[in-house]
């Protein structure tokens, strides 16, 4: 039976090291700083995010909606290092330590609290970096002593130049090219909570009393008791120009042309293509570095195009985004509506600013004796399990910088499969920000905002169409009907409502508050 993963070997990473960069756009948000003290505080994220960015790095990096990837894998690679450089001295002082026993230096019980006394300077000094790298460099920016977030990041020999450009480039959302790995298109935008399509008749509005002729329609067959209305003539139009209108009308009356008051910031009106990339290596069952950084095109041509309108509240912490699609088939115009949230950052993450702005004596005398209490635990859990597991098996003289391409299973009769074409998914199936995001919402209002540009949005979507048809001679009557249906069904009876069930009526599947789901309703 072939196996379900396919090894192949890494391009080796580049010893160049990147300089002090400028932060990029969202860098120093306070999403960005609360994922990177994340990489500190819980070293199961740690690993999730050098496995999306560093280790996966022929993937596609999902969109960063409010916050900049790059700062986060530097922290992560910066807290793999410190722990990697407590283990190398413990066991350099180890094998030391054993060398002078064997030599007679040192007696069995000298070595043995020498051994111990390591263990715990080790451990404590560890603790103290990774405080001082909290309290310091990932403080929120308030004064206070601390220096503050400034979406500056360590430097560390992975992090290349190429590295940083293919983050940055990639987790753009600005109008490129999108490339999903899963079932869900809108990868990095968390939640669906609203969701709904419709579908109407381009047909040319009844002609007024004060119409010209021109343009007008042909006149109704006489002779009948309802004729048809005399109508004009719908005026051609194309997905793009529609798409192009609607995003310039939402721009102009969300922001630029709305009082400063009433102006919706962190808004962002994008088109972007949204394709897969999984592709079929053809005469290719083992591929190469040189393989895996080809650029090779969706065979099923499967690309759709959508309008992303993007609002990042609450320092970037609460994102919503409405998906908007049109399509025109069989002179239809088909419209589609996906509305994604993405939730807060764990709760868990923000300890980084509950921490003490300055260590003195006292904090680390509770340092010293809390990494003596909890040493042996660290020591079994860490040294044993992750030093051997996850640092020595994939250091292997026959298994470095091996990276593994996941393979669909083999359930032919012969295990056929081990002889077939590589298939390489390098479309994203997750961004480190989905990682981090909370299962409910910290503070009430956070969720009602999300309730809130949803449907200011939603709302004002459906005005800016309706306009763009009424320019176009397209008859509005059912239009109007299935708008106020839409909006109708938008009611706290049938969207966004709390229960055990975490759905509505729709059965569409919702977002969890702290007391129960966030459901979404259905046209």
Same mark, same amino acid.
């Given at each position: 039976?072939?196996?379900?993963?396919?090894?192949?070997?890494?391009?080796?990473?580049?010893?160049?090291?990147?300089?002090?960069?400028?932060?990029?756009?969202?860098?120093?948000?306070?999403?960005?700083?609360?994922?990177?003290?994340?990489?500190?505080?819980?070293?199961?994220?740690?690993?999730?995010?050098?496995?999306?960015?560093?280790?996966?790095?022929?993937?596609?990096?999902?969109?960063?909606?409010?916050?900049?990837?790059?700062?986060?894998?530097?922290?992560?690679?910066?807290?793999?290092?410190?722990?990697?450089?407590?283990?190398?001295?413990?066991?350099?002082?180890?094998?030391?330590?054993?060398?002078?026993?064997?030599?007679?230096?040192?007696?069995?019980?000298?070595?043995?609290?020498?051994?111990?006394?390591?263990?715990?300077?080790?451990?404590?000094?560890?603790?103290?970096?990774?405080?001082?790298?909290?309290?310091?460099?990932?403080?929120?920016?308030?004064?206070?002593?601390?220096?503050?977030?400034?979406?500056?990041?360590?430097?560390?020999?992975?992090?290349?130049?190429?590295?940083?450009?293919?983050?940055?480039?990639?987790?753009?959302?600005?109008?490129?090219?999108?490339?999903?790995?899963?079932?869900?298109?809108?990868?990095?935008?968390?939640?669906?909570?609203?969701?709904?399509?419709?579908?109407?008749?381009?047909?040319?509005?009844?002609?007024?009393?004060?119409?010209?002729?021109?343009?007008?329609?042909?006149?109704?067959?006489?002779?009948?008791?309802?004729?048809?209305?005399?109508?004009?003539?719908?005026?051609?139009?194309?997905?793009?120009?529609?798409?192009?209108?609607?995003?310039?009308?939402?721009?102009?009356?969300?922001?630029?042309?709305?009082?400063?008051?009433?102006?919706?910031?962190?808004?962002?009106?994008?088109?972007?293509?949204?394709?897969?990339?999984?592709?079929?290596?053809?005469?290719?069952?083992?591929?190469?570095?040189?393989?895996?950084?080809?650029?090779?095109?969706?065979?099923?041509?499967?690309?759709?195009?959508?309008?992303?309108?993007?609002?990042?509240?609450?320092?970037?912490?609460?994102?919503?985004?409405?998906?908007?699609?049109?399509?025109?088939?069989?002179?239809?115009?088909?419209?589609?509506?996906?509305?994604?949230?993405? =939730?807060?950052?764990? /709760?868990?993450? +923000?300890?980084?600013? $509950? &921490? @003490?702005? !300055?260590?003195?004596?006292?904090? *680390?005398?509770?340092?010293?004796?809390?990494?003596?209490?909890?040493?042996?635990?660290?020591?079994?859990?860490?040294? =044993?399990?992750?030093? /051997?597991?996850? +640092?020595?098996?994939? $250091? &292997? @003289?026959? !298994?470095?910088?091996?990276?593994? *391409?996941?393979?669909?299973?083999?359930?032919?009769?012969?295990?056929?499969?081990?002889?077939?074409?590589?298939?390489?998914?390098?479309?994203?199936?997750?961004?480190?920000?989905?990682?981090?995001?909370?299962?409910?919402?910290?503070?009430?209002?956070?969720?009602?905002?999300?309730?809130?540009?949803?449907?200011?949005?939603?709302?004002?979507?459906?005005?800016?169409?309706?306009?763009?048809?009424?320019?176009?001679?397209?008859?509005?009557?059912?239009?109007?009907?299935?708008?106020?249906?839409?909006?109708?069904?938008?009611?706290?009876?049938?969207?966004?409502?709390?229960?055990?069930?975490?759905?509505?009526?729709?059965?569409?599947?919702?977002?969890?508050?702290?007391?129960?789901?966030?459901?979404?309703?259905?046209?």
């Amino acid at each position: 039976m072939a196996s379900d993963f396919l090894t192949v070997p890494a391009p080796s990473p580049e010893p160049d090291r990147p300089s002090a960069a400028r932060p990029a756009a969202d860098a120093t948000s306070n999403a960005t700083r609360l994922l990177c003290a994340g990489t500190y505080l819980d070293p199961v994220y740690r690993a999730g995010v050098i496995r999306e960015l560093l280790t996966h790095r022929y993937r596609v990096v999902a969109p960063s909606y409010g916050y900049d990837a790059v700062p986060v894998l530097a922290h992560a690679l910066a807290a793999r290092r410190l722990q990697r450089l407590r283990l190398a001295v413990f066991a350099a002082g180890a094998a030391v330590t054993s060398v002078l026993v064997i030599t007679g230096a040192l007696s069995g019980w000298t070595a043995l609290l020498a051994v111990l006394w390591l263990l715990w300077v080790t451990a404590f000094l560890r603790r103290v970096v990774t405080l001082q790298t909290l309290t310091r460099r990932l403080a929120p920016p308030t004064g206070g002593g601390r220096r503050g977030f400034d979406g500056s990041y360590p430097e560390h020999p992975e992090l290349t130049p190429e590295l940083v450009d293919k983050i940055r480039r990639e987790q753009s959302s600005d109008g490129t090219v999108i490339r999903y790995g899963g079932y869900k298109p809108f990868v990095g935008a968390g939640t669906q909570v609203r969701r709904w399509s419709n579908a109407e008749l381009l047909i040319g509005a009844p002609l007024g009393v004060f119409d010209g002729r021109p343009g007008a329609g042909p006149p109704a067959a006489p002779g009948t008791a309802g004729q048809e209305p005399k109508r004009k003539e719908v005026v051609p139009f194309t997905v793009e120009e529609l798409s192009a209108y609607v995003a310039d009308r939402l721009t102009a009356r969300l922001q630029a042309q709305a009082r400063p008051t009433q102006r919706i910031e962190g808004l962002a009106v994008e088109r972007s293509v949204f394709t897969t990339a999984v592709t079929t290596l053809r005469g290719v069952a083992e591929p190469t570095p040189e393989q895996l950084d080809g650029d090779w095109q969706d065979v099923h041509d499967t690309g759709r195009g959508y309008l992303c309108v993007r609002v990042g509240s609450w320092d970037q912490e609460l994102v919503t985004t409405a998906f908007v699609g049109f399509d025109l088939k069989g002179n239809t115009l088909h419209t589609e509506f996906y509305s994604y949230v993405l =939730a807060p950052v764990r /709760a868990s993450f +923000r300890l980084v600013d $509950r &921490l @003490p702005a !300055a260590l003195d004596e006292r904090l *680390l005398l509770k340092l010293a004796w809390h990494t003596l209490r909890g040493t042996p635990h660290s020591a079994v859990r860490s040294a =044993a399990a992750r030093a /051997a597991g996850a +640092r020595v098996l994939p $250091r &292997l @003289p026959w !298994a470095k910088e091996k990276i593994r *391409l996941p393979q669909p299973a083999d359930t032919s009769e012969f295990g056929l499969g081990r002889y077939a074409d590589a298939l390489l998914n390098r479309g994203a199936v997750t961004s480190v920000r989905e990682m981090a995001t909370s299962p409910h919402f910290h503070v009430f209002f956070q969720e009602t905002d999300t309730i809130k540009y949803t449907q200011i949005v939603e709302r004002q979507f459906l005005h800016v169409v309706r306009d763009f048809l009424y320019e176009h001679n397209v008859d509005l009557t059912e239009h109007e009907a299935r708008q106020t249906n839409i909006l109708n069904n938008y009611g706290h009876n049938n969207s966004f409502v709390h229960g055990d069930n975490n759905t509505t009526n729709s059965g569409t599947q919702s977002f969890g508050g702290p007391n129960g789901g966030q459901g979404a309703g259905s046209a």
